[in-house]
């Protein structure tokens, strides 16, 4: 299937339009009140309707508009990026701030194919002692350092 | 007004506020010379590191930050040919011509000495004007804030690039997130989609971090180009006469363009490099050596763009409308330390509002002499391959993130609009406007209650009331001006088919 006009804009009409089908279902339970005493759904209806018609807007430009095709996603780059940051928030209070630190390093590090093994092993080092100067140190904020099960008995 | 600067340089020059200014001069510096991370990012990143400060102490970092950023931003602009965002784009046009010519360092003595002369003039012009439009803004009611407010969110897409639609759909988007928790009238709880952690609204450092931190980064592996290249030597950092008697009116005609767009809602530090540069081009003597390396057009926009990053504070700091998206982070980080930005804080907190603004020309005196002597580390900083850099910014951004509420969920958010934000930019949304939506959104709503509650419902209101009724006006025009050469660029389409 050929799509005419500029796919871009027509994604992005469509994620606006769904976007806005979704906060109107889930703005149904609010009430809307009156204009006088506006409720809890006033407001986001207001602005639900307007994020409708421009999202109708980019639509139909999108139809209109001179053929582009959508741009590749780095999926590789995105992918590692993302996992290593939420693996970092799983982590970070069950096994401390420098084998999460470690961790993250290692994973995003894998986004950049010119990057040695050498490279990531000095660069997580490096961090580590930072991370321990800056935020426990320094900042002293609440997050074990080491793994807990290492450091209480 | 002596008085109140007098208060002002007696709390910025205390020694807590003076080592924070300093501190934030030279991260803000060493992070904004990065290339590919601009004022924005560096900003979010370092967001988290003050909130454990007093707020005053915080604001003047965070200030710190800001323009130490930009003036990391000329730096690589010159040097390197890579701006860091578009208000350094100018730059590049002449200074790194200079460079590549071997005048690398006067290029660079120009930019900091024109603004640091930008940075005083329009401290001053902050100082006057702040007080009088707050005055003014003290005499406003629900409907003319809630108009205000509408100009202003229009005004934040004037500059943007590319379709009007898209534009709009971000600031309505952002208002639309802001409206995510408790509505704090009924105490009922909007799109927090069953996440208890989403009670008190989305989070701002994630978003913040998610949008500019995380999908720049992701958009930098994609994208090799953006962030290497050669960098030229810095040679003598000194002007000849010449040089110097060329750059005076420059920086004069740069400083006086800067002041006035700087008001502006909407990018106007964008709009007041691009005005200087045009300007200076036009009224040169020199006008044969624009595009080969003039330094009046360096010397202008420069002077410009920071004049107009300072005059930037006034809209925050007498209406508590953000200009632009580091306004809103500033305003962003005054709420998280709860104080909320508008016409009452020059009389509630007079500390903070003019030791803010003392500090603003104690920074830039800071930039201007730390600045030029340290021009060598900047550059080695420039040579820090971005596959170090990268990792370096991820843990920083992860602990920030976490470190505010001491929450996981928090490290989740920031990966969930590091998604946002990638995808905006493939599907080429600017995501400014989105945090300007997103700050202003739930003063948008409560503004728009109050004024119906006074007037029995009946919008009409919005327009009888004069000074509301300019407001809107202004916003119908602005929007006019954006989508009607649209409709005849695309009527003549139709009709040459």
Excluded at chain 1, 9 to 25: E, H, P, Q, R
Excluded at chain 1, 77 to 97: D, K, P, Q, V
Excluded at chain 2, 303 to 316: D, E, L, V, Y
Excluded at chain 2, 432 to 451: C, D, N, Q, S, T
Aim: hydrophobic fraction near 55%; charge should be neutral.
């Amino acid at each position: 299937m050929t799509i005419r006009g500029n796919a871009r804009d027509i994604a992005s009409g469509a994620a606006l339009l769904l976007l806005t089908a979704i906060g109107v279902y889930i703005n149904l339970d609010y009430p809307l009140g009156t204009a006088s005493r506006m409720g809890p759904g006033y407001m986001p209806l207001v602005v639900l309707v307007a994020l409708g018609i421009l999202g109708f807007g980019v639509l139909l430009t999108g139809v209109r508009g001179e053929p582009q095709r959508l741009e590749r996603w780095a999926w590789r780059e995105a992918g590692l990026i993302l996992a290593a940051l939420t693996i970092f928030g799983m982590m970070l209070e069950n096994i401390g701030m420098a084998a999460s630190t470690v961790a993250l390093v290692v994973i995003s590090g894998l986004a950049d194919r010119t990057q040695t093994l050498k490279g990531i092993a000095a660069l997580a080092v490096a961090l580590v002692v930072i991370c321990w100067l800056v935020f426990t140190w320094g900042l002293q904020i609440s997050v074990p350092f080491l793994p807990p099960f290492l450091t209480s008995h | 007004m002596l008085d109140n600067i007098a208060l002002g340089l007696s709390v910025a020059f205390s020694f807590q506020n003076l080592a924070f200014s300093f501190l934030g001069c030279i991260i803000g510096t060493a992070i904004g010379v990065l290339p590919g991370v601009g004022p924005v990012a560096t900003i979010s990143l370092l967001l988290p590191m003050t909130f454990g400060l007093d707020p005053i102490t915080a604001m003047i970092m965070l200030a710190g930050i800001y323009y130490g950023a930009q003036y990391g931003g000329s730096t690589s602009a010159i040097l390197l040919n890579l701006p860091g965002e578009v208000t350094a784009v100018v730059t590049t046009l002449e200074g790194h011509k200079m460079a590549r010519a071997g005048r690398a360092g006067a290029s660079l003595a120009v930019a900091a000495i024109g603004s640091f002369f930008a940075g005083t003039v329009a401290t001053l012009v902050v100082a006057a004007a702040g007080p009088l439009l707050t005055s003014v803004a003290m005499a406003f009611g629900p409907a003319e804030y809630f108009s205000l407010i509408l100009l202003g969110l229009i005004a934040a897409t004037v500059l943007a690039q590319g379709n009007i639609f898209k534009s709009l759909a971000m600031i309505v988007l952002g208002v639309l997130l802001g409206l995510v928790g408790t509505d704090l009238q009924s105490g009922q709880i909007r799109f927090t989609l069953g996440f208890p952690q989403l009670f008190e609204g989305v989070g701002f450092v994630p978003l913040a971090m998610g949008l500019f931190g995380i999908a720049e980064i992701i958009r930098n592996l994609e994208c090799p180009e953006n962030r290497s290249g050669s960098v030229a030597r810095v040679g003598k950092l000194w002007l000849t006469k010449k040089e110097f008697s060329r750059s005076v009116p420059s920086v004069l005609r740069g400083t006086a363009l800067g002041s006035l767009l700087g008001i502006l809602p909407g990018g106007g530090l964008a709009l007041s490099t691009f005005a200087s540069y045009m300007l200076e081009r036009k009224v040169s003597k020199y006008r044969g050596e624009f595009g080969n390396g003039a330094i009046e057009g360096v010397a202008g926009p420069e002077s410009a763009n920071n004049a107009a990053s300072q005059t930037s504070f006034i809209p925050m700091l007498t209406l508590g409308i953000p200009a632009n998206a580091v306004m809103a982070l500033m305003i962003g980080a005054l709420m998280i330390q709860g104080i909320q930005p508008g016409p009452r804080m020059i009389d509630e907190q007079p500390t903070l509002f003019w030791g803010l603004i003392a500090s603003m020309w104690i920074g830039n005196l800071m930039l201007l002499v730390i600045n030029l002597p340290l021009v060598g580390v900047w550059v080695s900083l420039l040579k820090v391959p971005y596959k170090y850099l990268y990792p370096a910014i991820l843990v920083f951004c992860a602990i920030g993130a976490y470190s505010v509420n001491n929450s996981a969920f928090d490290v989740y958010q920031t990966v969930l609009f590091g998604v946002v934000g990638y995808a905006l930019i493939k599907l080429e949304f600017e995501p400014a406007p989105l945090l300007i939506g997103f700050v202003l959104g739930p003063m948008l709503e409560e503004y728009l209650k109050r004024a119906m509650v006074l007037s029995r419902g009946d919008v009409s209101v919005f327009v009888e009331r004069p000074v509301s009724a300019v407001f809107l006006l202004l916003g119908a025009l602005a929007l006019s001006a954006m989508i009607l050469p649209n409709i005849r660029k695309r009527k003549n389409e139709a009709l040459a088919e």
